[in-house]
């Protein structure tokens, strides 16, 4: 069962596509959320879930204050699945004085690359959970596509399977940490120096 572990929907459950997702652990969620929230990333942030599967990981964002977040699954089932989470956690939103919901979530059933090549707007928080028998190549394309749409304080997250090798980390990105959690290991990702001027 996967469900939000904090924030307005805290305890909500969400629905899980039946296969072709493999949903982060709630453990694996609560660690990244805590490093998130100590560093103040998460309210008020423009949030990017790519592969996003249930859509946990930016639903959680939004149930602990993000402004806006985008789910990103070229699967149906999984664009399906977000767009029911989303209404769930849209339904439990608070309202804003206007009686606005404070947060807003879109999804989009584009593949990964082709959505991010499009894109317009910039990102404060992104999120990569690819399958983990997605190529590195291909993982390496979806981040040298993301970095020239990030703020320069952004945080990327990607997990990945922790027997991989190393992901290739593309110009314009350089990582700050790697942290392993049994079969998961996340690479925090931010841009680099020369890219943020």
Same mark, same amino acid.
């Given at each position: ?7 307005? $929907? ?6 899980? !596509?039946?296969?072709?997702?493999? !949903?982060? *652990? ?11 929230? +100590?560093?103040?990333? #998460?309210?008020?942030?423009?949030? %990017? ?11 959680? $964002? =939004?149930?602990?204050? +993000?402004? *806006? ?9 999984? $664009? ?11 339904? /439990? /939103? !608070? ?12 999804? *989009? ?9 499009? =894109?317009?707007?910039?990102?404060? #928080?992104?999120?990569?959970?690819? !399958? ?6 291909? #993982? /390496?394309? $979806?981040?040298? &596509? %993301? /970095?020239?749409?990030?703020? @320069? +304080? ?7 399977? *922790?027997?991989?090798? =190393?992901?290739?980390? @593309?110009?314009?990105?350089? %990582? ?19 890219? &943020?001027?």
């Amino acid at each position: 069962m996967t469900r939000i572990i904090g924030g307005f $929907a805290g305890s909500l459950t969400l629905e899980v !596509p039946r296969s072709g997702t493999r !949903p982060t *652990s709630d453990m694996v969620r609560e660690a990244i959320f805590s490093a998130l929230v +100590a560093r103040d990333l #998460v309210a008020g942030a423009r949030v %990017l879930d790519l592969y996003a599967g249930s859509g946990a990981l930016g639903l959680e $964002a =939004a149930s602990r204050g +993000a402004g *806006s977040v985008t789910l990103v699954d070229s699967s149906g089932a999984a $664009a399906n699945a977000c767009r029911k989470n989303a209404a769930h956690i849209l339904k /439990a /939103a !608070p309202a804003g004085k206007s009686g606005a919901k404070r947060v807003s979530i879109d999804v *989009s059933s584009s593949p990964v690359l082709a959505y991010v090549a499009g =894109a317009r707007q910039f990102w404060d #928080v992104v999120f990569l959970d690819p !399958p983990y028998e997605l190529g590195a190549g291909e #993982v /390496a394309a $979806a981040l040298t &596509a %993301l /970095a020239p749409r990030l703020d @320069p +304080a952004a945080v990327v997250v990607l997990e990945r399977s *922790s027997r991989d090798t =190393a992901p290739v980390i @593309p110009d314009g990105l350089e %990582l700050d940490r790697r942290k392993d959690y049994g079969d998961t290991a996340l690479y925090w990702l931010s841009v680099a120096d020369a890219l &943020a001027e």
